[in-house]
């Protein structure tokens, strides 16, 4: 969580930088769909994880000369954990959790009229609440298995901006590239995102 805000902290600094004065700065929302799951089961037996089909969260941009930009953002999901692990496989895993990403991006805009492609790229840090753990020892509860962990991604993505500097709207895909942190495994994370820019 720490990480987290700083993260934001730096994001609301940059924005409110004196030498931004004169370029033009957006605010939205982007939502869509993720085509693949936040996480991997890791060592949990016959385990599963169901991503819910929708990511949302707030975004900000600065637009410089020449089709340049940066964008910070927040990304919202939720996803399923179940399974069973143990002796026997007697815990039975059946737990909720939340991931935050927050993507800093450097975009670059094609020529074009009402519609211009865009490609981006940059860093992503993941923050995963309730996640289940592997399984070490026999236990009573399976809530002792949850944990919270953090972990650093690299972005890539692309798609086109419809619209006029007042309003546009910017469908695309994201692919990230998150590491193995702690126990939970790397994975490979594509979205499809609608962002509404104002």
């Known amino acids: 969580m720490k990480n987290s805000l700083v993260l934001v902290g730096l994001s609301l600094a940059l924005f409110h930088s004196p030498s931004l004065h004169g370029q033009s700065v957006g605010i939205g929302i ?5 085509l693949t799951d936040v996480l991997q089961p890791g060592a949990i037996t016959r385990a599963k994880v169901d991503t ?4 949302i969260g707030p ?3 600065v637009r410089f000369p020449f089709g340049l930009g940066i964008e910070v953002g927040a990304l919202y999901k939720r996803f399923r954990q ?3 692990t143990g002796p026997r496989d007697l815990t039975v895993i059946d737990q909720s959790g939340r991931s935050w990403e927050f993507p800093v991006l450097a975009k670059v ?3 074009g009229v009402g519609i211009r492609p865009y490609v981006e790229g940059g860093f992503s ?3 995963l609440t309730d996640i289940v753990k592997p399984f070490q020892a026999a236990i009573a509860n399976p809530r002792d298995l949850v944990n919270s962990i953090g972990r650093p991604g690299f972005v890539m993505g692309g798609g086109i901006e419809i619209g006029s500097r007042k309003l546009r709207l910017q469908p695309g895909l994201r692919w990230t590239r998150y590491n193995t942190s ?3 495994p790397s994975v490979n ?6 962002g509404l820019m104002f």
């Open 189 to 194: 994370s594509i979205d499809f995102l609608v």
């Open 59 to 61: 975004v900000m941009e």
């Open 30 to 34: 982007k939502a869509g769909v993720p």
């Open 182 to 184: 702690s126990f939970i």
């Open 82 to 84: 179940t399974g069973q």
């Open 52 to 55: 819910t089909r929708l990511a």
């Open 125 to 127: 840090y993941n923050r």
């Open 109 to 111: 805009r094609l020529p």
